[in-house]
């Protein structure tokens, strides 16, 4: 499985911003996408997650409400629609995949990994 982000940029806060995840090779129905982010000195955090078979969402505390994830299965693309954006959200974002749940949700790890994509929120 391969993955290619894309989308970040700069944003003043308050603005919007749509990441896109593109998912290459073989992917699994029972795979989980989601989108991590690691902010200027923090640990990486999960962000967000969608099951690629139901579409089931996960989303952190700090983004309900605000982000909205979504996929394109015929696409094969998952999208990370960032709205009413903080300066606090300003970080590199990163998508991934992996078929446990528990690794996704609870250990911050996956399988795959993408490369980042930096999102940089001004105030």
């Known amino acids: 499985v391969q993955l290619q982000a894309s989308g970040g940029g700069l944003v003043e806060a308050g603005g919007s911003l749509t990441l896109s995840c593109a998912v290459s090779?073989?992917?699994?129905?029972?795979?989980?996408m989601a989108w991590y982010r690691q902010g200027p000195g923090k640990e990486r955090t999960f962000v967000a997650s969608i099951t690629w078979n139901g579409g089931r969402t996960t989303y952190a505390d700090s983004v309900k409400g605000r982000f909205t994830i979504s996929k394109d299965s015929a696409k094969k693309l998952v999208y990370l629609e960032m709205n009413s954006l903080k300066p606090e959200d300003t970080a590199v974002y990163y998508c991934a995949s992996d078929i446990n749940a528990h690794k996704i949700l609870l250990l911050n790890r996956a399988d795959y990994w993408g490369q980042g994509t930096l999102v940089t929120v001004s105030s």
């Open positions: 090779g073989r992917t699994f129905s029972s795979s989980i």
